[in-house]
């Protein structure tokens, strides 16, 4: 019987996406502002997203990033190396969109 490969991910998607949307929004409360979301990939560019999603799972997630409506990245867990927080500035017209 085959196995799936499964990309580094030690636990469910679900949870860590879950987890990280927890830890934006405690973010956010704390500083009185909206969170800019930075990730970056290791090998690979980094890009401020607008969501994360659990899906496609199995050891995958969705990053959308900033000022392309068009384009999602599905990618690795672990090609996460990074996510940073941030407040957002006055000005800047990135934010997070936690999920309902």
């Known amino acids: ?3 799936v490969w499964n990309p580094g991910a030690a636990g469910p998607v679900d949870d860590l996406v879950n987890r990280i ?3 934006i929004e405690a973010f956010a409360e704390k500083n009185g502002k909206q969170a800019v979301v930075e990730v970056e990939l290791r090998d690979g560019p980094s890009t401020v997203v607008r969501s994360i999603t659990a899906e496609p799972g199995s050891g995958f997630l969705t990053l959308s ?3 392309d409506d068009d384009e999602e990245w599905i990618v690795p867990v672990a090609a996460v190396h990074r996510i940073t927080l941030r407040a957002a ?3 800047e017209p990135f ?3 936690l999920p309902d």
């Open 1 to 3: 019987m085959s196995e």
């Open 21 to 23: 949307h927890l830890r």
């Open 89 to 91: 500035e006055e000005r």
């Open 95 to 97: 934010g997070f969109s």
């Open 65 to 67: 990033p900033h000022g």
